[in-house]
């Protein structure tokens, strides 16, 4: 009898704390703003297309800043943050753009509604129209909204796999957060756009894995391209497109896969999806499909629920995307 009492105690206590966690953690929904601020998504998408007219490459720039965001302490904005050693400051960090675009749509906004909308929401839904922008057209998600910002941003904390790890290790980075396997394979089209530095390649060119020889892997005609590009001892670091397909290197499309399968990959962990065993099967799949940019909308979504912060673990609505509403409570430095 006893047994059975504390049997049953334990399974409404399981319940109990299963509906908590649910109720103050899972609490993003699409059309979140729809009563406070109805028009919010239509003044995002209106400042993204104005900016995105006069500069395209704000949209790979804008993804980038997403994932980075998302990826360190949680989708919170907290990338946004201005400090003496803030996330920004973080050296993967470098090259992030699009800071800017986030003040003007921030302002515009709070024109509508003050005080309502997060920073982390803007990045999310921000990232969702350059998205669309970027492919054509060709795609459109709805994004879940109800982010709140975050108030810690240390670039000692920022954890961001390197392009050189394996697939094995980026991959646990990703479970860490919640993202499956496929889910990161979607993820990394997201170098269907975009440049690099040939700082991050160099090792493929000229030396790879200290054998004075190129990466194996790397198609030998897109060596010779890439060297000339990326001459050694140069004293400026020059930019390659991910996408080496050059009709679509600006494009959100499904060559990316092709490329890679073609042993076209620029990054190393690009190329290595395709060679390792445990993803080559799904980067086949989605390189022959016809539903890349569907899947792709949907694992943006996964990536948006990763360390989201509500107002009852301290997050906050950001007056300025750049700083605390209380500077004193704001760890940056
Ligand atoms: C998983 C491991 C990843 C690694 C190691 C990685 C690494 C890199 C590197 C080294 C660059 C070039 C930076 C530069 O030279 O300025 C880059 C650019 C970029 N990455 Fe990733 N990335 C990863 C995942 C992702 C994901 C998941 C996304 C999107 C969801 C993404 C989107 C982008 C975009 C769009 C660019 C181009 C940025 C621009 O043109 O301004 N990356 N990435
Ligand atoms: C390059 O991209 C275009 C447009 O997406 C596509 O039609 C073409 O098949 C691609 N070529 C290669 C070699 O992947
Ligand atoms: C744009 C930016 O903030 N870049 C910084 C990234 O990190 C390196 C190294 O910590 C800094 O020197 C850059 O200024």
């Known amino acids: ?59 790979p720039a804008m993804i980038r800043l997403y994932f980075h965001d998302c990826f360190s302490n949680g989708c919170d904005a907290s990338l946004l943050l201005d400090g003496t050693s803030s996330e920004k400051k973080a050296s993967p960090n470098l090259s992030v753009r699009g800071y800017e675009l986030i003040d003007d749509i921030k302002t515009a906004v709070e024109q509508e509604c003050s005080g309502i909308i997060s920073c982390a929401d803007i990045i999310a839904l921000a990232t969702r129209d350059l998205v669309t922008l970027a492919s054509g057209r060709k795609t459109w998600y709805a994004i879940p909204t109800g982010r709140f910002d975050g108030t810690v941003s240390l670039a000692s904390s920022v954890d961001l796999p390197s392009p050189r790890l394996t697939v094995s290790q980026t991959a646990d980075k990703f479970f860490d957060r919640k993202l499956s ?24 060119l000229y030396n790879f894995q200290n ?9 030998s005609k897109l060596v010779q391209e890439l060297k000339f590009k990326c001459p050694q001892g140069s004293s400026s670091d020059g930019i390659i497109n991910l996408d080496q397909n050059f009709t679509s290197s600006n494009t959100m499309d499904v060559s990316f896969y092709k490329q890679i399968n073609s042993r076209r990959g620029i990054l190393h962990i690009d190329q290595q999806l395709a060679i390792d065993g445990m993803t080559s099967k799904i980067v086949t799949d989605i390189a022959n499909g016809n539903d890349f940019l569907f899947r792709f909308g949907q694992a943006m979504v996964n990536l948006g629920w990763v360390g989201v912060k509500t107002k009852a673990n301290g997050g906050e609505i950001r007056k300025s995307c750049r700083s605390c509403k209380d500077p004193l409570f704001c760890a940056t430095s």
């Open 1 to 59: 009898m006893a047994v059975k009492i504390s049997t049953t105690s334990v399974l409404i206590l399981s319940l109990a704390l299963l509906s908590f966690s649910h109720c103050c953690y899972g609490q993003l929904r699409v059309g979140f703003y729809n009563k406070d601020c109805r028009n919010v998504e239509n003044i995002v998408s209106r400042v993204v297309g104005e900016a995105f007219f006069k500069d395209p490459s704000l949209a």
């Open 211 to 219: 054998t004075k020889l190129p990466d194996p892997s790397m198609d």
């Open 181 to 204: 396997l496929t889910d990161m394979v979607l993820l990394l089209g997201g170098h269907t756009i975009g440049v690099t530095h040939c700082s991050f390649i160099m090792d493929r």
